[in-house]
Nanobody, 118 residues
Framework: QVRLVESGGGLVQPGGSLRLSCVAS????????MGWYRQAPGKQRELVAA????????NYADSVKGRFTVSRDNAKNTVYLQMDRLKPEDTAVYYC???????????WGQGTQVTVSS
C-alpha cells in the first residue's frame, strides 16, 4: 500500500506562483513514475506532469509547458510541482499519483485545491 499526501495548494493571483509537494509513505523508487493530475469543475481529470523515478524523464500537458516544472527528491520520498505564471484556467484540485513498476496499480492522494483569481 502506497499512501500519498499533497500540500501547498491555496489562493494566488494570476501571474503568481505556487509549489506543490507530495510525500509518499514508501521510497519513491519502489514505483515507476510519480506525477500530478488535476480536475476542474465539470471536466475530467487530466495529466499535468509526470517524472520517472529512475531517470529524469518528464512529460507535461501542452497547456502547462514552459510554466510548470516537476521534480523529485528520492531521499525525502517527495515529488514537487513548481507552478509559475499561473492562469485562472489552472484552477482545479491537484492530485498526486504513483504508478507501480509492473503498471498494475495506481495510487492517488486526496488532492489539494489551487485557485487562481484576482
Amino acid at each position: 500500500q502506497v499512501r500519498l499526501v499533497e500540500s501547498g495548494g491555496g489562493l494566488v493571483q494570476p501571474g503568481g506562483s505556487l509549489r506543490l509537494s507530495c510525500v509518499a509513505s514508501v521510497s519513491i523508487i519502489s514505483v515507476n513514475t510519480m506525477g500530478w493530475y488535476r480536475q476542474a469543475p465539470g471536466k475530467q481529470r487530466e495529466l499535468v506532469a509526470a517524472i520517472t523515478t529512475s531517470s529524469d524523464s518528464t512529460n507535461y500537458a501542452d497547456s502547462v509547458k514552459g510554466r510548470f516544472t516537476v521534480s523529485r527528491d528520492n531521499a525525502k520520498n517527495t515529488v514537487y510541482l513548481q507552478m509559475d505564471r499561473l492562469k485562472p484556467e489552472d484552477t482545479a484540485v491537484y492530485y498526486c499519483h504513483a504508478l507501480s513498476h509492473d503498471y498494475e496499480y495506481d495510487y492517488w492522494g486526496q488532492g489539494t485545491q489551487v485557485t487562481v483569481s484576482s
